[in-house]
């Protein structure tokens, strides 16, 4: 990532989308389904999911190709429409 003499973004540029949620495999796909729709060449190997240390919950990364401040907001405000993501970061 790239900033400017502000201490902003500079777009565009990769960005990691990070959420946290309820352990479970349909939570990976349903985070990872919500990303792709808003970045087309969105690549699922760059996708990293850490469980917590007690197992209850598990963090999704992934890299996306940001375009705007926009389209991170966006797909931020799509992430916290689901039921199973607790945070986004």
Same mark, same amino acid.
């Given at each position: ?19 946290? %949620?309820?352990?479970?495999? /349909?939570?990976?796909?349903?985070? *990872? =389904?919500? @990303? ?6 969105? &690549? ?16 999704? %990364?992934?890299?996306?190709? /940001?375009?705007?401040?926009?389209? *991170? =907001?966006? @797909? ?6 689901? &039921? ?6």
């Amino acid at each position: 990532m790239e900033l400017d003499d502000q201490g902003n973004l500079k777009f565009p540029c990769r960005y990691p989308v990070k959420a946290m %949620t309820h352990a479970d495999r /349909a939570a990976t796909a349903r985070v *990872l =389904e919500v @990303i792709a729709r808003h970045d087309v060449g969105f &690549d699922p190997a760059s996708v990293q999911v850490r469980p917590s240390r007690n197992g209850r919950f598990q963090s999704i %990364t992934a890299e996306i190709q /940001a375009e705007s401040r926009d389209q *991170l =907001e966006t @797909i931020y405000a799509d992430l916290r429409t689901l &039921d199973i993501v607790v945070m986004t970061l």
